[in-house]
T-cell receptor, first 110, second 115 residues
Framework: QKEVEQDPGPLSVPEGAIVSLNCTYSNSAFQYFMWYRQYSRKGPELLMYTYSSGNKEDGRFTAQVDKSSKYISLFIRDSQPSDSATYLCATKTSYDKVIFGPGTSLSVIP | DAMVIQNPRYQVTQFGKPVTLSCSQTLNHNVMYWYQQKSSQAPKLLFHYYDKDFNNEADTPDNFQSRRPNTSFCFLDIRSPGLGDAAMYLC??????????????FGPGTRLLVL
């Protein structure tokens, strides 16, 4: 079993839709959870960072972690064409390397 | 304004011909990482430097080497590229290694093609 799993998509939504992106992870020792956005032919950039369970909101983006079910979500409200990218979830223990998921490709259609 | 710079952006090499990829940073970060990312796959950490200390991942092939001559620069050397080494190579930096709140800043990547 891979440590972090994501549905690769592609996911295609109309502009303005609410997008839900999800990951599962296997190691209960993971405590820190991140979402990276990667545009085509670019390196990943950090979008959201959360610790332990709960929600974190930043503008149109909300990250949600449920440690009991080892489930990570990213919600995008009022999606825009500029949100079209691959979204990588990532996680880590306190002092260890970051483990990335394979990413979900998102297209927001005008 | 660029913080992590990778050169070249695209590299074509021949099977078995050594190739070097370059990364530089203007952030003065202590840690520099090299990742390999194949299509639709997660970035895979190859190794990282904490200052001058080199840390190799257990499953990184011997074919991959790295050099960090100073704080700003880090190189990835592929001694004998095979067709399976065609991928995007990402360089990243962070202030510290492993601290929970440390953000990794990625460069734009170098796409390597092996003929």
């Amino acid at each position: 079993q891979k440590e972090v799993e994501q549905d690769p998509g592609p996911l295609s939504v109309p502009e303005g839709a609410i997008v839900s992106l999800n990951c599962t992870y296997s190691n209960s020792a993971f405590q820190y959870f991140m979402w990276y956005r990667q545009y085509s032919r670019k390196g990943p950039e950090l979008l959201m960072y959360t610790y332990s369970s709960g929600n974190k909101e930043d503008g149109r983006f909300t990250a949600q972690v449920d440690k009991s079910s080892k489930y990570i979500s990213l919600f995008i409200r009022d999606s825009q064409p500029s949100d079209s990218a691959t979204y990588l979830c990532a996680t880590k223990t306190s002092y260890d390397k970051v483990i990335f998921g394979p990413g979900t490709s998102l297209s927001v259609i005008p | 304004d660029a913080m992590v710079i990778q050169n070249p952006r695209y590299q074509v090499t021949q099977f078995g011909k050594p190739v070097t990829l370059s990364c530089s940073q203007t952030l003065n970060h202590n840690v520099m990482y090299w990742y390999q990312q194949k299509s639709s796959q997660a970035p895979k950490l190859l190794f990282h430097y904490y200052d001058k200390d080199f840390n190799n991942e257990a499953d990184t092939p011997d074919n991959f080497q790295s050099r960090r001559p100073n704080t700003s620069f880090c190189f990835l050397d592929i001694r004998s590229p095979g067709l399976g080494d065609a991928a995007m190579y990402l360089c990243a930096t962070s202030r510290g290694a492993g601290a929970p709140q440390e953000t990794q800043y990625f460069g734009p990547g170098t796409r390597l093609l092996v003929l």
